[in-house]
């Protein structure tokens, strides 16, 4: 039996606390389980994070720099359609790997709504970023706001049912309606 290798740096057991943090889908796990799922010790965590406090806020600042780096605008050629931008987006975070950082970013959620000050900050953080990435694909901000606040609801509902088609439903009647009234507007110009 080959030996198991044992996490030697500080950068390395913090990847692999948020992957356990990824796994349970909530930052609700003790020392005594973090050690445990990082091959490591509690003593170990305290002597370079200082605590568990300390570890929570790296483990939510390394998954904004994950979250930021998978969410890009720059993945998508110039004037991709939002609709369509909206679509690979959905597509990738109701792909089932996906779902433990859906649960961690929605425990997040949780604490922000019970006050914490740190996770509200992690919850704005994350909502700017979605505009400012919708808005390279709509300069309206009002509909980037609108699609965001769908994309979010449909993505509660996703994890509670599992079943990702009544949100994708909702997200694309978005813009059929979008592109219904605006070809109404152009037959109303033709008038």
């Not at 390395?12 to 992957?19: A, G, P, V, Y």
């Not at 019970?114 to 970023?129: D, M, P, V």
Request: glycine share 6%.
């Amino acid at each position: 039996m080959k030996p198991v290798r044992r996490p030697v740096d500080r950068d390395e057991i913090l990847e692999n606390c948020l992957k356990a943090f990824i796994k349970a889908g909530t930052l609700e796990l003790s020392l005594d389980d973090l050690a445990e799922a990082v091959e490591s010790s509690k003593r170990m965590l305290i002597h370079y994070f200082g605590g568990r406090e300390p570890l929570e806020e790296l483990a939510m600042v390394r998954l904004e720099e994950r979250l930021r780096q998978q969410f890009r605008a720059d993945v998508f050629p110039a004037g991709t359609p939002l609709s369509k931008v909206v679509a690979a987006l959905w597509e990738q975070t109701t792909r089932p790997e996906a779902r433990g950082v859906l649960l961690l970013v929605m425990d997040l959620s949780r604490r922000a709504w019970n006050g914490s000050t740190r996770a509200k900050a992690f919850y704005a953080e994350q909502q700017r970023l979605w505009v400012q990435l919708l808005m390279k694909f709509s300069p309206d901000e009002y509909e980037a706001e609108k699609v965001l606040q769908l994309f979010q609801g449909a993505m509660l509902a996703y994890l509670i049912t599992g079943d990702p088609e009544p949100g994708w439903r909702s997200l694309s009647s978005l813009f059929r309606g979008k592109r219904k009234s605006s070809v109404t507007a152009r037959k109303r110009k033709k008038i």
